[in-house]
């Protein structure tokens, strides 16, 4: 019967892969649609898309936060200095994440959700979206080094 430690990682490995698959599904497939598509479709589409992201999403990468955190906290309390130092990298990937998200993501959904609901068309919907873009690729290595030292956390333990 696996421990609190294997439970942890495992459930934080698990709601981090989310936000990771959706990331670099918005890397490889998403931001190179949308440049395809007008300005009326680009704000529809991810006004929306970002709608129903930003009110479901939170609670998965919340949830990986906090097992992640949880995790480093009950490894170093025990005799697992690998599985520690791993979790703690994690941690500090994903608060690292959050500060992007909240800074330079967050804003641009918001701008496109509320346009979309308005039927409106930005004047500046490709800035938006190229801002929304500058940082996909850090989001996915930030969480990219989360899910290896995860990864290893759960191995390590």
């Given amino acids: 019967m696996p421990g609190a430690i294997e439970v942890l990682a495992g459930l934080a490995i698990i709601t981090n892969a989310v936000i990771y698959g959706t990331d670099v599904f918005a890397a490889i497939v998403l931001r ?4 395809c598509i007008d300005d009326r479709a680009l ?45 703690g990298i994690a941690t500090l990937a994903l608060i690292i994440f959050l500060g992007v998200y909240a800074r330079s993501s967050k804003p ?10 308005a039927h409106q068309v930005p004047d500046d919907a490709r800035q938006l979206q190229a801002r929304g873009n500058s940082v996909i690729n850090a989001r996915v290595t930030l969480q990219t080094i989360a899910l290896v030292a995860l990864c290893v956390a759960l191995a390590a333990a």
């Fill in 32 to 35: 190179p649609a949308a440049a």
């Fill in 43 to 87: 704000t529809q589409l991810l006004g929306h898309i970002h709608r129903i992201a930003d009110r479901r999403l939170p609670a998965i990468g919340a949830t990986g936060l906090i097992t992640a955190a949880a995790t480093a906290a009950l490894t170093a309390s025990t005799e697992h200095p690998t599985s520690a130092a791993a979790a």
């Fill in 108 to 117: 641009v959904n918001t701008a496109l959700t509320t346009a979309a609901l």
